[in-house]
């Protein structure tokens, strides 16, 4: 069965971006971005294909549909139209922005977190849906329908910024699915236990 | 050389202990600091002394010295006068409690971590110094005394309480040292690049 896969990079001090990110200033300040994702991408700003990155990113590529928070895809201007080729599902109260006229690939649910999985689920079929966007997490999370969890776990304190999880009203337990130890990013994957 | 090297157990959110920690209240609600520690202790309330776990509490037993911010030791009356009997040395600018007066092997520091860390150092002769508590922590990277971090990463998300790292004014890069994977926690440890 295909399952829901929160897919993040995050600082040891739990940041997934730098303070005062907005689509005017992506990633937010100080490069955080740049820093967490360095461990994905060669010099030349190429994604990495070999080695445990290689793999990581073609499991990524793999998957069939992307929920993503409005926060998210609007720093990246809904990657262009879809993440690569796979139809992005944004839960979001409010109308989408102009630009999402032009992409057929991007679905605008206003009915909650549940609804916009639901969509995400049937249009992956037999394969997995990405999440990505910390309040997203926060939702999916409390609303039950978040599987697993993808942390790329990179060697650094950044400080400041956008925490992936800042508070919660429950508590959530989780199972070591996998990790990948590498001088770059200790990747582990949980199970969510319901 | 010896070192000085933070152990702390945390959640994936980045909690240490649950809200309201206090000596009145030592570890705050919820058992928090008890789920966090399972990893370490057999069904009973014993050390493990097996396996991962088993190594990992002889390291730390092993070291030479001890710096722990006084919100932890209070909770802990001091380890009732060490820590296995090592010395304990504590950076508060208040004179301490009256327990105190009775732990030959407790010293309270009023001129700062640095000179905190340097005694402990002192006493700790080639072994390690073993730091604890949140507010120390963040004191030893401000003043560039820190160098190496054991996190115990515990397969949890507590939503509250007091995190590990809560915002710093500068961004730290850190080394992976080694990374012992267990389906209790995840043990990484670093080392503080200066």
């Known amino acids: 069965m295909s399952s829901s896969v929160l897919y993040m990079s995050m600082s040891l001090d739990g940041y997934i971006a730098g303070p005062n990110d907005n689509p005017n200033n992506p990633g937010g ?21 070999s080695g445990p990155a290689g793999e990581l990113a073609d499991a990524m590529e793999a998957t069939g549909a992307v929920v993503a928070g409005r926060r998210t895809v609007e720093q990246v201007d809904h990657w262009k139209g879809s993440h690569h080729g796979m139809p992005v599902f944004v839960p979001s109260h409010r109308p989408p922005g102009p630009s999402v006229a032009n992409y057929p690939l991007v679905t605008y649910v206003s ?84």
Chains 1, 2 share one sequence.
């Open 111 to 194: 009915d909650g977190i549940a609804s916009a999985m639901a969509q995400a689920k049937a249009a992956a079929g037999d394969r997995d849906v990405m999440v990505h966007g910390a309040y997203t997490a926060q939702r999916a999370f409390e609303a039950g329908v978040l599987d697993e969890i993808q942390i790329h776990q990179i060697p650094v304190l950044l400080g400041a910024g956008r925490r992936l999880f800042d508070g919660s009203p429950t508590r959530i337990e989780l199972e070591v699915v996998r990790v990948i130890d590498t001088p770059e990013a200790t990747h582990i994957r949980y199970r969510v236990l319901r």
């Open 29 to 49: 300040d100080g490069g955080a971005v740049e820093r967490l994702h360095r461990w994905g991408f060669t010099e030349t700003g190429d994604v990495l294909r």
